[in-house]
């Protein structure tokens, strides 16, 4: 990551009041340039996420022959070229730490016929790639990659591509997102099986902008997603509410620290994400939805948190898809809860952008906390509301240049004693850039 190192100090907060707004919701926000890429007209995008990410897929899709401007902060136009017309890209493609860009990309490129290099940075080109890749190269997509399925990767889309009928290995959003945009362009019928529900964000904007899919559920409850191809898009506003994931952030910050109040306004409340705050529910926490509405076909609530005492529990593994990404600030909760925290099946945190369990079982434990990591998740032991240790100065909470890790651990400082110093912030342009900002504004001092 250019630039040098902005390692920030994380002190004692006093309580957490105010109504909030967090950014565009990243998952949807790629989705959104991509499909508005490939529609025949224009579209115009309010609320995108504006972070590092989201500027590496519209750069990706510039690249290959869209018209993509930004009207005004958060407002987007994109004038599409229609699916099966993505020009060759004149040089690789950048995608800086962007797994979600990269993995979604490779599908839709993989039925055009056109050859492109994705490369990235540290931290991306150390993710594995061969979940997509395997389906990809089914549909006849070519590939030429490191031996361990990593970035620099080429690949040469398929003319004409292969469908197929496939089922997903492991619970993965990206690699079902993958095959169906690659089936955009492929003729005939592409079946996706998902045994275990994942964020379901690609199938409902898919429909959005006119592609003619079918979802039906199997015998064994596995969910049974067929595209027949090639489709054609047509333009489509999108307005993306905002992101449960960074909200999470603010949610536990305003669960744990004393005499909080806090509303965080126009949240995504889709079902395949919201396993978090069913959890912490079930915590104890006091978060009330207020306001169920829905924004470009995704349902929306405002969210009112109140400090509460959290009580550690065993989570039960099925929830993991719809919570993937805020597991690090979960484990920030059950650190501060009465009580043991279990967590398990969760391999695929450690193939993250970072091993999200080894790096957030040290973090937590150098603040203080009371941490036992196992192969699939971390055992946490409470400490029943007290703060946090912190750390001591000079010393500083080692992040792997994680994004999420930051931000929890940033929280962690609000409830430790002697505050907690993280190694380095840069990483939270790539989801929140507005995090520090937001987080100011709602602390009482």
Not at 35 to 63: C, F, K, N, P, Q
Not at 163 to 168: A, E, G, Q, S, W
Not at 409 to 424: F, Q, R
């Amino acid at each position: 990551m250019p630039g040098a190192t902005q390692p920030r100090r994380f002190c004692r907060s006093g309580p957490l009041h105010g109504r909030i707004l967090v950014p565009g919701d990243k998952s949807i926000s790629h989705r959104a340039i991509m499909l508005a890429s490939l529609a025949v007209g224009t579209s115009t995008i309010t609320g995108l996420l504006e972070s590092a990410d989201v500027t590496a897929t519209a750069a990706a899709m510039r690249a290959t022959g869209a018209s993509i401007e930004q009207v005004k902060p958060g407002v987007w136009r994109i004038d599409g070229v229609g699916v099966g017309s993505l020009l060759q890209p004149a040089a690789a493609l950048d995608m800086g730490n962007s797994g979600t860009s990269t993995r979604l990309l490779m599908g839709l490129f993989a039925s055009h016929g056109i050859q492109t290099v994705f490369t990235g940075d540290a931290s991306l080109s150390r993710r594995p790639m061969g979940r997509v890749i395997q389906p990809l190269a089914l549909m006849g997509a070519q590939f030429t990659v490191n031996a361990d399925d990593t970035l620099p990767l080429t690949m040469r889309g398929a003319d004409p591509a292969v469908p197929i009928h496939y089922r997903l290995q492991v619970a993965s959003a990206q690699v079902k997102s993958a095959i169906l945009l690659a089936a955009l362009n492929t003729a005939g019928s592409t079946i996706v099986v998902e045994p275990t529900p994942t964020r379901d964000h690609t199938e409902r904007m898919l429909r959005g902008f006119g592609a003619n899919l079918s979802i039906d559920i199997g015998d064994d409850g596995a969910r049974i997603i067929t595209m027949q191809g090639p489709q054609d898009l047509h333009p489509c506003d999108i307005e993306v509410p905002g992101d449960p994931s960074s909200a999470a952030f603010f949610v536990v910050a305003a669960l744990l620290v004393p005499g909080s109040d806090l509303t965080i306004a126009n949240v995504g409340m889709n079902p395949t994400r919201a396993a978090l705050l069913d959890v912490l529910r079930a915590m104890g926490g006091s978060i009330e939805e207020e306001d169920h509405r829905v924004i470009g076909g995704e349902p929306v609530a405002d969210l009112r948190v109140r400090h509460s005492e959290l009580k550690g529990i065993e989570i039960d593994p099925a929830s993991t898809a719809a919570m993937i990404d805020e597991f690090p600030i979960l484990f920030v909760a059950a650190a501060l809860a009465s009580g043991r925290t279990v967590t398990q099946g969760l391999e695929e945190l450690r193939v993250k952008e970072s091993d999200r369990l080894a790096v957030m079982s040290a973090a937590l434990t150098f603040a203080g906390a009371s941490v036992e990591e196992h192969a699939d998740g971390l055992t946490i032991e409470g400490t029943g509301g007290a703060m946090l240790r912190g750390t001591l100065p000079g010393q500083s909470i080692a992040t792997m240049l994680d994004h999420r890790i930051a931000m929890s651990m940033a929280i962690a400082g609000l409830v430790s004693e002697a505050g907690v110093t993280v190694d380095d912030m840069r990483p939270v342009a790539t989801s929140f850039p507005q995090f520090e900002r937001l987080l100011g504004d709602v602390q009482c001092r």
